[in-house]
């Protein structure tokens, strides 16, 4: 689902860096969040085919992490699946990302990579999901995606 964008008039300072904008320094919106940036907080271009978006669209640095690693799990390549299990995994496991894991579809493709049948993935999978259900307040959310039984 693509995100709500702040109207550029709402913003007259980057929400992540408080830099001013003007002629200057433009506003940029993450395709990912829709948060008005400037371009040194939203200058990487990544795809984001969980959008359906193929080419590399502006995501800010604080969707960057999630966003790369949810792309790269649609790899059919086994060995970046495992790389971006592992790192799902990671990212679950760190109580300041794990909104962003929920929110930027992170959940969602721990379960869809667990069709697999690599056990490398599983474990990973199985670590990420286990960090997640030990958060109460995700308890209903993972209920409701399939992950946990309500």
Known sequence: MRPAWIP???????QLCSSKFSQIRRKHHCRMCGAVRCSKCCYEKIPLPQLGLAEP???CEDCRDVCATVTRARSSVESVQIDAARCLASLCRDDKKIKHVVELGGMQTLIMLAVTENVNVLTHISSGLHALSTHPSLHKYLAEAGAIKA
């Open 8 to 14: 550029d008039s709402d913003c007259n300072l980057c």
């Open 57 to 59: 669209e502006r995501v």
